[in-house]
């Protein structure tokens, strides 16, 4: 059991039949009535984020989510194949299934399969991976001073926004977690 008084970010516990994750939480005590808890949370088998306020007192059910690594192996149409890596057993997972940070796995990259007692509702990138920039606008020797992006294509088809020093062909690191250039890797 866990209070609510004791939410932190990424906790899950069970409200109603659901499996609920805390995205934000905030201990608010007003200087008349009563101490709550404000919160963002997200359903994790239909993704929908709600904002709550709960009693701090109120007890919930610790949900266990399990994350397993796994190895993207291929795609085959709708379902999306993975390697556990202790067993070699091989999992289809629906696109329905996948985040849109998905974008940027290529094959044979570990990620965490996300599951609630045997039933997979989430796969997790990595939160940096480093690709291969496939097509984009050629650089210009002084385009360095200034902020300004442009779009660039990614081995994986993804498309993101990098400084205009960047060239096809360089390899650049992703966040995966908000789709931003973060560096060029070190070849």
């Known amino acids: 059991m866990i209070n609510a008084g004791d939410f932190r970010n990424g906790v899950t516990f069970e409200e109603d039949g659901n499996v609920m994750q805390v995205v934000e939480f905030q201990h608010v005590k007003p200087g008349k009535g009563a101490a709550f808890v404000r919160t963002k949370v997200r359903n994790v088998i239909t993704g929908s984020v709600v904002e709550k306020s709960y009693n701090p007192t109120a007890k919930f059910e610790s949900a266990f989510v399990e994350r397993r690594d796994m190895t993207y192996s291929y795609a085959d149409g709708e379902l999306f194949y993975f390697m556990d890596c202790e067993t070699y057993e091989q999992v289809p997972i629906n ?8 974008k940027f796995v290529k094959e044979d990259m570990v990620c965490k399969v996300l599951s609630y007692k045997g039933k997979v509702f989430g796969v997790e990138p990595p939160n940096f991976v480093e690709l291969e920039i496939v097509e984009t606008d050629p650089g210009f ?6 902020n300004t992006l442009k779009p660039a294509t990614l081995e994986t088809g993804a498309v993101v926004k990098v400084p205009l020093f960047i060239e096809p062909n360089e390899i650049i690191r992703i966040d995966t977690r908000t789709g931003e250039y973060m560096e060029r890797a070190n070849k």
């Open 141 to 146: 020797k002084g385009d360095t001073a200034t």
């Open 95 to 102: 696109k329905s299934e996948l985040s849109d940070s998905f």
